[in-house]
Nanobody, 124 residues
Framework: QVQLVESGGGLVQAGGSLSLSCAASEPPFSIRTMGWFRQAPGQERGFVAAIRWNDAAVKYADSVKGRFTIYRDIAKNTSYLQMNTPRPADTAVYYC?????????????????WGQGTQVTVSS
């Protein structure tokens, strides 16, 4: 069973930057995809970004495209979400998750293993 541990959340000012990381317990990741999702109070969990482990193909939600970057470090079994110019609307608990297969899916139900989440608060 894959264990995922997120870190890096906290308070950031709008227009600043913040980096989240997600360390996975299980190599190899040759056929896995890792995604980042977020959930604000009273809202459903929504897709942020995903990366395919073997070739680093990526997909982003329209709301973060051009501001957030997802990347991975294979040697560390870790993915990162670099959040640039965050907005108050980006405030949420951020989760990483992983799934089998190559498809960069955006639905939470497609992912099998989840981290515990890390809070990101963007102040105006």
């Amino acid at each position: 069973q894959v264990q995922l541990v997120e870190s890096g959340g906290g308070l950031v000012q709008a227009g600043g930057s913040l980096s989240l990381s997600c360390a996975a317990s299980e190599p190899p990741f040759s056929i896995r995809t890792m995604g980042w999702f977020r959930q604000a109070p009273g809202q459903e969990r929504g897709f942020v970004a995903a990366i395919r482990w073997n070739d680093a193909a990526v997909k982003y939600a329209d709301s973060v495209k051009g501001r957030f970057t997802i990347y991975r470090d294979i040697a560390k079994n870790t993915s990162y979400l670099q959040m640039n110019t965050p907005r108050p609307a980006d405030t949420a608990v951020y989760y990483c998750a992983t799934k089998e297969g190559r498809l960069l899916l955006q639905t939470p139900a497609s992912y099998n293993y989840w981290g515990q989440g890390t809070q990101v608060t963007v102040s105006s």
